[in-house]
Protein backbone atom coordinates (compact mmCIF):
# COMPACT_ATOMS: atom_id res chain seq x y z
CA UNK A 1 0.00 0.00 0.00
CA UNK A 2 1.42 3.18 -0.65
CA UNK A 3 2.16 6.00 2.14
CA UNK A 4 -0.75 8.56 2.10
CA UNK A 5 1.34 11.61 0.47
CA UNK A 6 1.62 9.39 -2.85
CA UNK A 7 -2.21 8.78 -2.87
CA UNK A 8 -2.64 12.47 -2.23
CA UNK A 9 -0.05 13.23 -4.89
CA UNK A 10 -1.64 11.77 -7.35
CA UNK A 11 -5.14 12.63 -6.40
CA UNK A 12 -6.19 9.17 -5.15
CA UNK A 13 -8.60 9.05 -2.28
CA UNK A 14 -7.97 6.37 0.38
CA UNK A 15 -10.86 4.51 1.72
CA UNK A 16 -11.03 2.17 4.42
CA UNK A 17 -12.71 -0.87 3.71
CA UNK A 18 -13.64 -3.22 6.63
CA UNK A 19 -14.32 -7.12 5.63
CA UNK A 20 -17.11 -8.31 4.54
CA UNK A 21 -19.11 -10.29 6.77
CA UNK A 22 -21.44 -12.94 5.40
CA UNK A 23 -23.73 -12.96 8.44
CA UNK A 24 -23.56 -9.20 9.11
CA UNK A 25 -23.60 -7.28 5.54
CA UNK A 26 -24.48 -4.55 6.82
CA UNK A 27 -21.45 -3.32 8.99
CA UNK A 28 -23.52 0.11 10.61
CA UNK A 29 -26.66 -2.74 11.91
CA UNK A 30 -26.09 -4.97 14.63
CA UNK A 31 -26.98 -8.88 13.50
CA UNK A 32 -29.15 -10.93 15.76
CA UNK A 33 -30.26 -14.19 14.04
CA UNK A 34 -33.46 -14.86 15.45
CA UNK A 35 -33.90 -18.31 14.18
CA UNK A 36 -30.35 -18.80 16.13
CA UNK A 37 -31.54 -17.54 19.14
CA UNK A 38 -34.72 -19.19 19.07
CA UNK A 39 -32.98 -21.93 18.08
CA UNK A 40 -30.80 -21.97 21.27
CA UNK A 41 -33.40 -20.56 23.70
CA UNK A 42 -35.91 -23.82 22.93
CA UNK A 43 -32.68 -25.71 23.67
CA UNK A 44 -32.08 -24.73 26.68
CA UNK A 45 -35.74 -25.04 27.70
CA UNK A 46 -35.36 -28.46 26.55
CA UNK A 47 -32.14 -28.99 28.73
CA UNK A 48 -33.86 -27.48 32.16
CA UNK A 49 -36.80 -29.27 31.58
CA UNK A 50 -35.03 -32.41 31.49
CA UNK A 51 -33.18 -31.43 34.12
CA UNK A 52 -36.02 -30.63 35.91
CA UNK A 53 -37.56 -33.85 35.32
CA UNK A 54 -34.25 -35.74 36.41
CA UNK A 55 -34.79 -33.32 39.94
CA UNK A 56 -38.28 -34.91 40.21
CA UNK A 57 -37.29 -38.15 39.83
CA UNK A 58 -34.67 -37.77 42.33
CA UNK A 59 -37.12 -36.33 44.78
CA UNK A 60 -39.53 -38.91 44.57
CA UNK A 61 -36.95 -41.47 44.90
CA UNK A 62 -35.41 -39.40 47.78
CA UNK A 63 -39.14 -39.37 49.91
CA UNK A 64 -39.38 -43.54 48.96
CA UNK A 65 -36.10 -43.96 50.53
CA UNK A 66 -37.08 -42.10 53.38
CA UNK A 67 -40.39 -43.67 53.96
CA UNK A 68 -38.80 -47.15 54.15
CA UNK A 69 -36.35 -45.65 56.92
CA UNK A 70 -39.05 -44.26 58.97
CA UNK A 71 -40.80 -47.27 58.59
CA UNK A 72 -37.35 -49.59 59.54
CA UNK A 73 -36.90 -47.47 62.34
CA UNK A 74 -40.24 -47.82 63.47
CA UNK A 75 -39.67 -51.74 63.40
CA UNK A 76 -36.80 -51.37 65.13
CA UNK A 77 -38.03 -49.74 68.04
CA UNK A 78 -40.94 -51.81 68.23
CA UNK A 79 -38.56 -55.21 68.05
CA UNK A 80 -36.13 -53.33 71.10
CA UNK A 81 -39.29 -52.48 73.13
CA UNK A 82 -40.13 -56.26 72.55
CA UNK A 83 -36.78 -57.16 73.67
CA UNK A 84 -37.06 -55.37 76.71
CA UNK A 85 -39.97 -56.44 78.15
CA UNK A 86 -38.91 -59.87 77.37
CA UNK A 87 -35.51 -59.63 79.10
CA UNK A 88 -37.40 -57.81 81.95
CA UNK A 89 -39.90 -60.97 82.25
CA UNK A 90 -36.76 -63.55 82.12
CA UNK A 91 -35.12 -61.52 84.91
CA UNK A 92 -38.62 -61.64 86.52
CA UNK A 93 -38.88 -64.85 86.51
CA UNK A 94 -35.45 -65.63 87.24
CA UNK A 95 -35.42 -63.77 90.66
CA UNK A 96 -38.79 -65.25 90.96
CA UNK A 97 -37.49 -69.21 90.59
CA UNK A 98 -34.04 -68.33 92.53
CA UNK A 99 -36.37 -67.16 95.42
CA UNK A 100 -38.85 -70.44 95.15
CA UNK A 101 -35.50 -72.10 95.10
CA UNK A 102 -33.74 -70.82 98.23
CA UNK A 103 -37.06 -71.15 99.92
CA UNK A 104 -37.26 -74.55 99.30
CA UNK A 105 -34.10 -75.09 100.25
CA UNK A 106 -34.53 -73.52 103.44
CA UNK A 107 -37.73 -76.46 104.61
Do not use: C, W
Not at 30 to 59: G, M, R
Not at 67 to 88: V, W
Amino acid sequence: MENPKSADLLGLEIVEMAPKNENNPNPNKTYEPKNEIQNVVESDLAEFESVNDSLDELSTALDSIEQRTDSIMAELKKLLHSNREIRQSLAEEKTTSGEVNSDSEMK
